[in-house]
């Protein structure tokens, strides 16, 4: 429980990394996370550490999008978020790409074709070819 408690933190501070290497800084980078459920293919968001994910973004500025095609709206903060739809425009306009959940109707081989970055906490792109920078956790 400590660790997947501590999860988020180490996320957030790697994305930090993976973009300071490209001379950004995580306050207003563009950055989509990719899956709020809780686990794969479900719509569950209760204890989903993607809401912990949201919360650090929020506290560090990023300008960020969520991407999940089992949840329309979800709360943070006391406040309602709705997720987007993911279309090759905004993979190709944000600066990193956060797989958070491993949702199996996620299009992996062409969200490596068209994003930047991709940081894979659930090692999803595995087998998959990677023209771009490829992190994983």
């Given at each position: 429980?400590?660790?997947?408690?501590?999860?988020?933190?180490?996320?957030?501070?790697?994305?930090?990394?993976?973009?300071?290497?490209?001379?950004?800084a995580l306050r207003?980078?563009?950055?989509?996370?990719?899956?709020?459920?809780?686990?794969?293919?479900?719509?569950?968001?209760?204890?989903?550490?993607?809401?912990?994910?949201?919360?650090?973004?929020?506290?560090?500025?990023?300008?960020?999008?969520?991407?999940?095609?089992?949840?329309?709206?979800?709360?943070?903060?006391?406040?309602?978020?709705?997720?987007?739809e993911l279309t090759?425009?905004?993979?190709?306009?944000v600066d990193i790409?956060?797989?958070?959940?491993?949702?199996?109707?996620?299009?992996?081989?062409?969200?490596?074709?068209?994003?930047?970055?991709?940081?894979?906490?659930?090692?999803?792109?595995?087998?998959?070819?990677?023209?771009?920078?490829?992190?994983?956790?």
């Amino acid at each position: 429980g400590e660790i997947n408690n501590s999860m988020p933190d180490y996320v957030i501070n790697r994305a930090m990394q993976i973009l300071n290497d490209d001379g950004k800084a995580l306050r207003n980078a563009k950055v989509l996370l990719l899956g709020v459920a809780y686990k794969k293919d479900i719509d569950d968001m209760r204890e989903s550490p993607s809401l912990k994910l949201i919360e650090l973004l929020i506290q560090q500025g990023a300008d960020f999008k969520t991407v999940d095609p089992h949840v329309e709206k979800f709360r943070v903060n006391g406040e309602t978020l709705e997720t987007t739809e993911l279309t090759d425009e905004l993979l190709e306009e944000v600066d990193i790409v956060i797989l958070a959940t491993d949702h199996t109707t996620f299009d992996y081989a062409n969200i490596a074709q068209k994003s930047k970055v991709v940081f894979d906490t659930r090692n999803a792109f595995k087998g998959i070819e990677m023209p771009n920078r490829y992190i994983k956790l």
